[in-house]
């Protein structure tokens, strides 16, 4: 019996992802237009083979679940068929120049194996898809890599590789990094509702005071007059009050020996209240 082989094969999700194969069950891989590709296709890609399905050209890209090959090479059937977008006019129909084949739905990982995951894995620091400029679309995968991937996938650790951050204990109200800085911020508030200057956090130096900014021009002039203007009000002598001209009276003549009564009254004030 042959020995399995493994590989990783790449689909952009827009086009085809993995939810697509679960869905469809099996489905053809055609549409490869590289010549390196197309030999691995054409001559050495097995039924039985485990297939790594590889979302590209994504955010982010990733090994998303695993398939593995239900058919062998065979000629790409819309390399020849006209108004199909993989039709290539130069193909043959007798002399075949693409291949493709068709693989099976196995699984879908829970979570997907990011690219910046399988740099980081150890036991991938070799694997095709992490080396720069690798855009070959089917790739060759040793059956360690094929291994350490699902394990990634199913959401396995790999021995070596470094795991999330420990998780902060749960608190309520402020995180605990929160709440140890709480009594270092608050002082200065109590302080100051004391009325008594607050000491500088540990390891601050104690902020400089500002220099008050320097008065305008316009400023500066309305000050300078202002002592002038009291000086010379010191010194100037006082104004003397002018006193109220008498009232003038109108005189009277007595009246005739005829006449009889007393005389009349000078008139008063002609203002009304006066007295």
Not at 106 to 121: D, G, I, N, S
Not at 171 to 200: I, T
Not at 206 to 223: D, E, T, V
Request: proline share 11%.
């Amino acid at each position: 019996m042959a020995q399995r082989s493994y590989w990783l094969m790449k689909c952009e999700p827009e086009a085809y992802d993995i939810d697509d194969l679960a869905r469809d069950g099996v489905t053809s891989w055609e549409g490869v237009r590289n010549f390196q590709a197309r030999n691995l296709l054409r001559d050495e890609v097995a039924v039985g083979d485990g297939v790594l399905f590889y979302a590209s050209n994504a955010e982010p890209s990733g090994a998303s679940g695993v398939a593995e090959v239900a058919r062998a090479g065979y000629p790409d059937p819309f390399a020849v068929k006209k108004g199909h977008k993989y039709f290539d006019p130069k193909s043959d129909p007798g002399q075949p120049t693409w291949f493709a084949v068709d693989i099976r739905f196995v699984e879908r990982f829970p979570q997907l194996v990011a690219l910046a995951t399988l740099k980081a894995a150890p036991g991938l620091e070799r694997m095709e898809v992490t080396r720069k400029g690798s855009r070959l679309s089917v790739q060759r995968v040793t059956a360690e890599e094929f291994e350490i991937v699902c394990q990634l996938g199913r959401g396995g650790g790999v021995a070596g590789a470094a795991g999330p951050a420990p998780a902060m204990p749960a608190k309520a109200g402020a995180p605990a990094a929160e709440a140890a800085e709480m009594p270092r911020a608050a002082a200065p508030r109590r302080a100051a509702a004391k009325g008594v200057a607050a000491p500088p956090a540990k390891g601050k130096r104690p902020a400089a005071a500002k220099p008050a900014a320097p008065p305008s021009r316009a400023a500066g002039r309305r000050a300078a007059a202002k002592p002038l203007a009291a000086k010379a009000a010191s010194t100037r002598p006082a104004k003397a009050a002018t006193p109220a001209a008498p009232a003038k009276l109108r005189a009277t003549k007595p009246r005739g020996q005829a006449g009889g009564g007393p005389a009349r009254r000078p008139r008063g004030p002609a203002r009304r209240g006066a007295s």
